[in-house]
């Protein structure tokens, strides 16, 4: 496998991405729908099983109606497109790991597009199962989560409890060998 020739591009691109949550009212053009639900097909899962399905929300309505669910995600209802992650409800902690994957690739993949997106949770099991009832979801599946997307305006998190940015330095994060090594 030989190193694609603007990796460094590239692995920018991955360490600025950050999370967008207010966006153009421009919708996403199909072919990029396309091409992110391609790259969505593709994400590795535990032992292949592949246990998603994706509802693509373009409709405000039911955007609407999903940012409802709780403050931190009432920006979803200014979004153009949100692809809500349904799996299949088996093995949680699997099935959790499988969830994050593939929404980091949506989001990585978005970025490079142009994009920018964010993570909506739904919150406790009375909201999941709330929005499985928006979005016509069976109950015995798993949903936690949308990714929204759109061409984002900034980066700013317009939530009531906004988050801090920034990174932990790699000096507290990283060890080599042994958990409990000194840096060298
Ligand atoms: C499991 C999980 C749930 C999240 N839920 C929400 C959410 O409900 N609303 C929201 O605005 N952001 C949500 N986020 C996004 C985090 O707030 C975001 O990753 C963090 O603040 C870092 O943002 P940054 O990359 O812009 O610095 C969630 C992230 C994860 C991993």
């Known amino acids: 496998m030989t190193a694609i020739e603007n990796a460094h591009d590239v692995t920018s691109a991955m360490r600025g991405l950050r999370q967008a949550r207010q966006y153009r009212q421009d919708p996403v053009p199909d072919d990029v729908l396309a091409e992110l639900l391609e790259v969505a097909r593709w994400t590795g899962s535990s032992r292949n099983t592949q246990p998603w399905h994706f509802v693509v929300v373009r409709d405000r309505e039911q955007l609407r109606r999903l940012s409802e669910l709780r403050p ?24 959790a790991y499988d969830e994050g994957r593939v929404t980091e690739r949506l989001l990585l993949a978005a970025h490079l597009l142009g994009l920018g997106g964010g993570i909506a949770w739904y919150g406790d099991s009375d909201q999941q199962a709330e929005a499985k009832r928006i979005l016509g979801i069976p109950a ?15 980066t700013r998190d317009p939530r009531p409890n906004p988050v801090a940015g920034g990174r932990r330095p790699l000096t507290e994060i990283v060890s080599y060998d042994r958990f409990d090594a000194p840096t060298p």
């Open 72 to 95: 931190p995600i009432g920006w979803v209802a200014d979004a153009p497109l949100g692809i809500a992650i349904v799996l299949n409800g088996g093995s949680t902690a699997s099935e």
């Open 140 to 154: 015995e599946r798993t949903a936690r989560s949308v990714v929204v997307l759109g061409y984002p305006t900034t």
